[in-house]
């Protein structure tokens, strides 16, 4: 199993921009649908958005219009740009494949949101 390694997070202002990646080593992940899951304090990690290996991605209402998932199948990567962010959106972010695999799971990204 292949341990994935986000970066990108940080503090900002709500309103403010921040993009997340996710270095995923190996092949193997450009055949899957990825995904960023995200986990605030004392919650459930939940999905946010994904994209398939072709591109096409689907995201979560709350994230609708403000969030963007892109992928760079050549450099094993995938992107999360995050717009307008508001104090509701921190949390720690992951990515993975969908669905998840439990070996998988990295770090994560502190994401925290706040004036």
């Known amino acids: 199993q292949v341990q994935l390694v986000e970066s990108g997070g940080g503090l900002v202002q709500p309103g403010g921009s921040l993009r997340l990646s996710c270095a995923a080593p190996?092949?193997?992940?450009?055949?899957?649908?990825m995904g960023w899951y995200r986990q605030a304090p004392g919650k459930q990690r939940v999905l946010v958005a994904r994209?398939?290996?072709?591109?096409?991605?689907l995201y979560t209402d709350s994230v609708k219009g403000r969030f963007t998932i892109s992928r760079d199948n050549a450099g094993n990567t995938v992107y999360l740009q995050m717009n307008s962010l508001k104090p509701e959106d921190t949390a720690v972010y992951y990515c993975n494949r969908l669905p998840p695999e439990s070996g998988s799971w990295g770090p994560g990204t502190q994401v925290i949101v706040s004036s």
């Open positions: 994209i398939t290996a072709g591109g096409s991605a």
């Open positions: 190996g092949s193997i992940f450009k055949i899957f649908t």
